[in-house]
């Protein structure tokens, strides 16, 4: 009856232990942070995903560009696409927590304009493709543009909130997240379940919109 | 450049008094808050439960998906009904056009 696969299964797997974990696991009491801590498991998470799913958007856009095959487009761009949906849950759990932990959600924090800088990046390669009525010019100039939108991500996420002062752990040059800096208990929840499990859901969502695209693609081209 | 001066000196003292303000409310020495009221009385099983029942609706939704999407692919002549209408509205040659990113 549940013919699931078994990353699928397995997403869910992990999801459910994210979240009962999440909650119930024991994390260490900081100032401020209190049980937001446990943020780390759905807020950091998000970013995870987010750069996985850009990654594989990338890797489909470079193989677009090497063979021409608008299976490969419609992966790009529909990877692209699961990645903003994540970027901008980041940006609001981030926003959220920030509200009660830096008291405004708001804070024009290094890292948060990064982060908002690269979502209006890759909202402008979607704008860019659908300003482009010829499906390969299309494809092709929306492949070029992806890699270098996914080249932004580096300074506006990682380089620039790392070397200036920020109200996020790691700026000035700390990362926060290496082996000293994050609680055993939480690295064991984070690394095996909150970020495979957000990264599997993004994946599962991102191959049903793409069946979705190639069914409508397969139809379109019997008519 | 004696404005100048004048504004650095007052940020900073401004500063200097915002530290001090903060010291007064966040004692290191106190054991920072924690829900351990909410586990006491068992509260805390209820904000799992609601978290989990987001999920499950969510998985259920992804599966139902899954499901149509599958016996869409397995017959070879079914056509998703709003293309199909929106094609005979326009009438559009190019019906690509209508296939949004």
Redesign the interface.
């Known amino acids: 009856m549940?013919r699931?696969s078994w990353w699928?299964l397995l997403c869910?797997t992990l999801?459910?232990y994210t979240?009962?974990a999440g909650?119930?696991g024991g994390v260490p009491?900081?100032?401020?942070?209190?049980?937001t801590i446990r943020n780390l498991y759905f807020h950091v998470a998000m970013w995870m995903t987010m750069m996985v799913l850009f990654t594989v958007s990338l890797v489909h856009s470079i193989r677009y560009l090497r063979t021409g095959k608008v299976s490969d487009d419609i992966k790009a761009?529909e990877f692209a696409?699961s990645g903003i949906v994540f970027c901008i849950l980041g940006l609001v759990t981030g926003a959220m927590w920030a509200n009660y932990a830096w008291g405004k959600p708001w804070s024009n924090d290094p890292k948060q304009l990064g982060a908002a800088i690269a979502l209006l990046i890759y909202f402008a390669y979607?704008v860019l493709?659908?300003s482009i009525?010829d499906?390969d010019k299309r494809a092709r100039i929306g492949a070029v543009y992806n890699i270098f939108a996914y080249a932004m991500l580096f300074p506006t996420l990682w380089i620039i909130p790392r070397m200036v002062e920020s109200l996020h752990p790691g700026g000035m040059g700390n990362p926060a997240l290496n082996s000293s800096d994050l609680d055993s208990r939480m690295r064991v929840i984070f690394y095996f379940g909150a970020v495979p499990g957000w990264t599997l859901l993004g994946i599962?969502?991102t191959s049903?919109r793409t069946?979705?695209?190639f069914?409508?693609e397969k139809?379109?081209s019997n008519? | 450049m004696k404005r100048l001066r004048f504004v650095v000196s007052c940020g900073f003292s401004m500063l200097v008094m915002a530290g001090s303000y903060a010291q007064e409310k966040?004692n290191?020495d106190e054991?920072?808050?924690?829900?351990d009221a909410m586990r006491a009385n068992g509260k805390?099983y209820v904000?799992?439960a609601v978290?989990?029942l987001v999920?499950a609706g969510l998985?259920l939704y992804?599966?139902n998906?899954?499901k149509k999407?599958r016996t869409?692919?397995s017959k070879p002549d079914a056509?998703?009904d709003d293309?199909s209408n929106r094609?005979r509205q326009t009438g559009m040659k190019d019906?690509?056009?209508n296939?949004?990113?």
Do not use: Q
Not at chain 1, 29 to 35: D, G, Q, R, T
């Open positions: 549940l699931l699928k869910i999801l459910l979240c009962i909650f119930l009491s900081k100032p401020i942070l209190n049980e761009v696409n979607l493709r659908n009525i499906l599962w969502i049903l069946r979705l695209r069914l409508e139809k379109l008519i | 966040l290191l054991k920072p808050e924690m829900a805390i904000v799992v978290v989990l999920l998985f992804l599966i998906l899954d999407i869409l692919e056509v998703p293309t094609l019906v690509r056009r296939i949004s990113n």
